[in-house]
């Protein structure tokens, strides 16, 4: 399956640029908070960004730097071979998160503070109470915080404090007591119940227009006084820890795959510490005290501010104003679809590409209801990676299970951060009947695709699913992707290909139309690459535009340099991750890069070559990374279909064309051109316009 590659020489492959993975991903992260800073995104918008941008990177630590600091920790001879020296990237990434960090703060307090008491909202710290106020805040926690609390008295003695992973504590130093007969000095931490309180922000009397709202931590600050009767003097301060999220298994299918699954999970809980976030302002010796109970170092120390986990700010109390929210952008139809009484008639002769989310998800529910019912359907087979809480497409299956058709689901347990999910889904199937497969020797299972067999005039015929995204309905209502509905016979006999593989585990499949990793999806890139590079060196038209989530697979990226240096124009959308530098003078000055990072997640891997006129076209759920095209099951498929073609196109040029969210790698925006665009709203008036006059009034 791996090809030798020979494309450069040495001396290139030397001086060939790339741009450090960690450093480009925090360069992606910024790009969230450029978001929050953006004054034109409604309020309640940019708050939410910031949560994004917290979210991300407590999970960026949890896994990457946590696995920087497995590299530091091997032997030196096995650094050598890495390249990168881990410790100086670990230093890099953490001067860069506390750059971040800071404007994070400054962003918080200058910006979202401040217009939020334009529009009458007020953040209150304790010192900022009113005596009505302070009296309704101490009934307030009496009744609904106090009973939540546990208090961790830090002694003299050796007890070791277990600190929850993502969980905000408050260090609590005790200074000065009522009597003389307390210790003059005292140390204690209490677990912010964000949880159990049902979120992090406590609302306030409102007075007329003003609107008053508290963290839950600052609640607990005024009324320490009800905790520690024996002192009347305090000093609080926020301390989070986030801990290893890697999982430490064996990549098997074997019998107990899911119990190791299980095993890790609960280890996941007690894994070794990436930081401890900590309030600058925070007393020397309270942070010793607590770092001598909980045996956390100073190595894991990070600074952080004075409230952490802004994650929690996906909670922030929606106060119903008008202007602080983005306009809503009611779901669309789909052309005709919407009118076909049936998903699978519907598509016997014609395929349909949807667009999540400014079309309706609803139509891959319909899809599997409808097989799940239909007595012709006799087998449907699905992978399943990441699915909603309360999954309408599991159920599907496991109806499908019960009434007797021949259901196969690929269960992902790998799939980080979703494996306590699919472990209770592959049980509920297995109980119904269904033939659950756990993923692929060696493997982890990426791709997106249903079929559907059913006899139609006494032959059994296929339908496929395939999509850049999960079967997941409520994160198709943020996540941009495409999906086609399709019964061409070219396709369908490849996806029953990829079904095959997940049961005899045979890597000898042939795919005449369908890029499956890890077989001939690399190969299968590469030589599309090495015909536009052919037709340059042939004085014809060649080009590429590719969009991906992420591009860091060093061979990749060096045959983009090499099509670059051959004269092929390739244009390139990648929302995260991109490891190529544009630009370079003999090496990439035909390549460009943009990102777009604006109201939806764009989640869609898209892939044009310009083939001589002959365009090719493909859309898939792989990116260009190592781990994508050698050690995940991923598919990329066709899009055969003319005016399929134009509409993929156009959403395509829209995006290329974008002035209003594209950023260049530099995180510079791109405001070349005179027509103000912005894809996602582009896109969706594009959408809306192609709907028959009764089916716009949404």
Same mark, same amino acid.
């Given at each position: 399956?791996?090809?030798?590659?020979?494309?450069?020489?040495?001396?290139?492959?030397?001086?060939?640029?790339f741009?450090?993975?960690?450093?480009?991903?925090?360069?992606?992260?910024?790009?969230?908070?450029?978001?929050?800073?953006?004054?034109?995104?409604?309020?309640?918008?940019?708050?939410?960004?910031?949560?994004?941008?917290? %979210?991300?990177?407590?999970?960026?630590?949890k896994?990457?730097?946590?696995?920087?600091?497995?590299?530091i920790?091997?032997?030196?001879?096995?650094?050598?071979?890495?390249?990168?020296?881990?410790?100086?990237?670990?230093?890099?990434?953490?001067?860069?998160?506390?750059?971040?960090?800071?404007?994070f703060?400054?962003?918080?307090?200058?910006?979202?503070?401040?217009?939020?008491?334009?529009?009458h909202?007020?953040?209150?710290?304790?010192?900022?109470?009113?005596?009505?106020?302070?009296?309704?805040?101490?009934?307030?926690?009496?009744?609904?915080?106090?009973?939540?609390l546990?208090?961790?008295?830090?002694?003299?003695?050796? $007890?070791?404090?277990?600190?929850?992973?993502?969980?905000?504590?408050?260090?609590?130093?005790?200074?000065?007591?009522?009597?003389?007969? /307390?210790?003059?000095?005292?140390?204690?931490?209490?677990?912010?119940?964000?949880?159990?309180?049902?979120?992090?922000?406590? *609302?306030?009397? $409102?007075?007329?227009?003003?609107?008053?709202?508290m963290?839950?931590?600052?609640?607990?600050?005024? /009324?320490?006084?009800?905790?520690?009767?024996?002192?009347?003097?305090?000093?609080a301060?926020?301390?989070?820890?986030?801990?290893?999220?890697?999982?430490?298994?064996?990549?098997?299918? %074997?019998?107990?795959?899911?119990?190791?699954?299980?095993?890790?999970?609960?280890?996941?809980?007690?894994?070794?510490?990436?930081r401890?976030?900590?309030?600058?302002?925070?007393?020397?010796?309270?942070?010793?005290?607590?770092? #001598?109970?909980?045996?956390?170092?100073?190595?894991?120390?990070?600074?952080?501010?004075?409230?952490?986990?802004?994650?929690?700010?996906?909670?922030?109390?929606?106060?119903?104003?008008?202007?602080?929210?983005?306009?809503?952008q009611?779901?669309? $139809?789909?052309?005709?679809?919407?009118?076909?009484?049936?998903?699978?008639?519907?598509?016997?002769?014609?395929?349909?590409?949807?667009?999540?989310?400014?079309?309706?998800?609803?139509?891959?529910?319909?899809?599997?209801?409808?097989?799940?019912?239909?007595?012709?359907?006799?087998?449907?087979?699905?992978?399943?990676?990441r699915?909603?809480?309360?999954?309408?497409?599991?159920?599907?299956l496991?109806?499908?299970?019960k009434?007797?058709?021949?259901?196969?689901?690929i269960?992902?347990?790998?799939?980080?951060?979703?494996?306590?999910?699919?472990?209770?889904?592959?049980?509920?199937?297995?109980k119904?009947?269904?033939?659950?497969?756990?993923?692929?020797?060696?493997?982890?299972?990426?791709?997106?695709?249903?079929?559907?067999?059913?006899?139609?005039?006494?032959?059994?015929?296929?339908?496929?699913?395939?999509?850049?995204?999960?079967?997941?309905e409520?994160?198709?209502?943020?996540?941009?992707?495409?999906?086609?509905?399709?019964?061409?016979?070219?396709?369908?006999?490849d996806?029953?290909?990829?079904?095959?593989?997940?049961?005899?585990h045979?890597?000898?499949?042939?795919?005449?139309?369908?890029?499956? #990793?890890?077989?001939?999806?690399r190969?299968?890139?590469?030589?599309?690459?090495?015909?536009?590079?052919?037709? #340059?060196?042939?004085?014809?038209?060649?080009?590429?535009?590719?969009?991906?989530?992420?591009?860091?697979?060093?061979?990749?990226i060096?045959?983009?340099?090499?099509?670059?240096?051959?004269?092929?124009?390739?244009?390139?959308?990648?929302r995260?991750? /991109?490891?190529?530098?544009?630009?370079?003078?003999?090496?990439?000055?035909?390549?460009?890069?943009?990102?777009?990072?604006?109201?939806?997640?764009?989640?869609?891997?898209?892939y044009?070559?310009?083939?001589?006129?002959?365009?090719?076209?493909?859309?898939?759920?792989?990116?260009?990374?190592t781990?994508?095209?050698?050690?995940?099951?991923?598919?990329?498929?066709?899009?055969?279909?003319?005016?399929?073609?134009?509409?993929?196109?156009?959403?395509?040029?829209?995006?290329? %064309?974008?002035?209003?969210?594209?950023?260049?790698?530099?995180?510079?925006?791109?405001?070349?051109?005179?027509? *103000?665009v912005?894809?996602?709203?582009?896109?969706?008036a594009?959408?809306?316009?192609?709907?028959?006059?009764?089916?716009?009034?949404?």
């Amino acid at each position: 399956m791996m090809q030798k590659h020979t494309d450069t020489t040495a001396s290139e492959q030397q001086q060939a640029p790339f741009i450090n993975r960690e450093l480009s991903w925090l360069a992606f992260n910024y790009r969230v908070l450029q978001e929050a800073k953006d004054k034109t995104v409604p309020l309640l918008e940019r708050i939410k960004f910031m949560a994004i941008f917290s %979210s991300n990177l407590d999970e960026y630590f949890k896994v990457r730097v946590a696995t920087l600091k497995r590299l530091i920790n091997l032997k030196k001879k096995t650094l050598q071979k890495l390249g990168d020296d881990p410790t100086d990237t670990f230093g890099q990434v953490i001067a860069e998160v506390k750059r971040q960090q800071e404007e994070f703060g400054l962003v918080y307090r200058e910006s979202i503070l401040a217009d939020l008491r334009k529009e009458h909202i007020y953040m209150l710290t304790e010192n900022d109470l009113s005596p009505a106020q302070q009296e309704w805040v101490k009934a307030y926690f009496a009744e609904t915080v106090q009973p939540l609390l546990q208090t961790i008295v830090l002694d003299d003695t050796e $007890t070791a404090l277990f600190l929850k992973d993502q969980t905000v504590y408050l260090g609590v130093q005790l200074l000065e007591p009522v009597t003389d007969e /307390c210790k003059p000095v005292g140390y204690s931490m209490i677990e912010i119940p964000t949880k159990k309180h049902g979120g992090r922000f406590v *609302k306030l009397p $409102t007075e007329g227009e003003e609107r008053y709202v508290m963290f839950v931590d600052d609640v607990i600050r005024f /009324c320490l006084p009800a905790l520690f009767p024996k002192y009347k003097k305090f000093d609080a301060h926020a301390v989070k820890v986030s801990r290893d999220a890697e999982l430490d298994i064996e990549e098997d299918v %074997s019998d107990n795959l899911m119990a190791k699954i299980k095993k890790s999970l609960k280890k996941r809980e007690s894994g070794y510490p990436a930081r401890l976030l900590y309030d600058p302002e925070t007393p020397q010796d309270l942070l010793d005290a607590m770092m #001598a109970h909980t045996g956390i170092s100073e190595d894991e120390l990070v600074e952080g501010s004075k409230y952490h986990n802004f994650r929690d700010f996906f909670g922030f109390p929606d106060f119903n104003l008008p202007g602080l929210k983005y306009e809503p952008q009611p779901t669309l $139809t789909h052309p005709w679809l919407e009118q076909e009484p049936s998903i699978i008639e519907a598509i016997k002769t014609r395929d349909a590409l949807v667009h999540y989310p400014y079309q309706s998800f609803g139509y891959v529910l319909r899809l599997f209801r409808e097989a799940a019912e239909d007595p012709k359907v006799r087998a449907i087979s699905v992978t399943l990676y990441r699915v909603a809480e309360d999954s309408a497409i599991a159920k599907a299956l496991i109806k499908a299970a019960k009434n007797g058709k021949l259901v196969t689901v690929i269960v992902e347990l790998k799939a980080r951060f979703d494996e306590e999910s699919n472990i209770y889904w592959a049980g509920k199937l297995q109980k119904a009947g269904a033939n659950v497969i756990l993923g692929a020797p060696d493997l982890k299972v990426h791709s997106k695709l249903g079929l559907i067999t059913r006899s139609d005039e006494g032959k059994l015929v296929n339908y496929a699913y395939l999509s850049t995204g999960n079967y997941n309905e409520d994160t198709s209502a943020i996540y941009a992707d495409h999906a086609l509905f399709t019964a061409d016979p070219r396709l369908t006999k490849d996806v029953e290909q990829v079904f095959n593989f997940f049961i005899d585990h045979q890597t000898d499949k042939k795919f005449k139309h369908l890029l499956m #990793a890890p077989i001939n999806m690399r190969k299968g890139f590469e030589s599309l690459i090495d015909q536009e590079i052919e037709n #340059a060196k042939q004085g014809l038209p060649a080009s590429m535009i590719v969009k991906l989530n992420a591009l860091q697979d060093e061979r990749m990226i060096r045959k983009l340099y090499s099509a670059s240096q051959a004269g092929v124009k390739i244009q390139l959308l990648v929302r995260g991750i /991109c490891c190529l530098q544009p630009g370079v003078e003999g090496i990439s000055e035909n390549i460009t890069v943009r990102s777009i990072v604006d109201r939806y997640l764009e989640h869609a891997r898209v892939y044009i070559f310009h083939n001589n006129g002959d365009e090719r076209y493909y859309i898939a759920s792989a990116d260009w990374m190592t781990r994508n095209l050698n050690r995940r099951v991923e598919v990329a498929f066709p899009i055969y279909q003319p005016e399929l073609i134009k509409e993929l196109r156009h959403i395509i040029d829209l995006q290329l %064309s974008d002035t209003t969210k594209a950023r260049h790698v530099d995180n510079t925006y791109a405001t070349d051109g005179t027509e *103000k665009v912005r894809s996602q709203y582009d896109t969706y008036a594009y959408l809306k316009a192609m709907l028959p006059a009764d089916q716009k009034e949404v």
